[in-house]
């Protein structure tokens, strides 16, 4: 089975930075699309951003356009999402996920799930 492993998150000041990793491992290849999601307490698991093979097809949430970026080492096979001009409001639990359907911002269109890592941002 696929593994995907979240890690870079933390406790940061509002403003500041963080850059997500996500490293794919198991029977999993780098040519399919991944997309990140979180989930904030109390709130719905909502999209965040994808990126395809190629890097050609990204995909930001109106939320987030401007401040975050979605890219991939596919070498490393690797997704990263940097992440910056933090705001209090981006604290969640972010997970990457492998997509195997058309819909990009859809859960039900990703079959492979990281166990989330823990972003905070302080005020």
């Known amino acids: 089975q696929v593994q995907l492993v979240e890690s870079g998150g933390g406790l940061v000041q509002a403003g500041g930075s963080l850059r997500l990793s996500c490293a794919a491992s198991?029977?999993?290849?780098?040519?399919?699309?991944v997309g990140w999601f979180r989930q904030a307490p109390g709130k719905e698991r909502e999209f965040v951003a994808a990126?395809?093979?190629?890097?050609?097809?990204?995909y930001y949430a109106d939320s987030i356009k401007g401040r975050f970026t979605i890219s991939r080492d596919n070498a490393k096979n690797t997704v990263y999402l940097q992440m910056n001009s933090l705001k209090p409001e981006d604290t969640a639990v972010y997970y990457c996920?492998?997509?195997?359907?058309?819909?990009?911002?859809?859960?039900?269109?990703?079959?492979?799930w990281g166990q989330g890592t823990q972003v905070t941002v302080s005020s």
């Open positions: 198991g029977r999993t290849d780098y040519t399919y699309p």
């Open positions: 996920a492998r997509r195997n359907g058309g819909r990009v911002t859809k859960l039900d269109d990703y079959d492979y």
């Open positions: 990126i395809n093979w190629s890097s050609r097809s990204i």
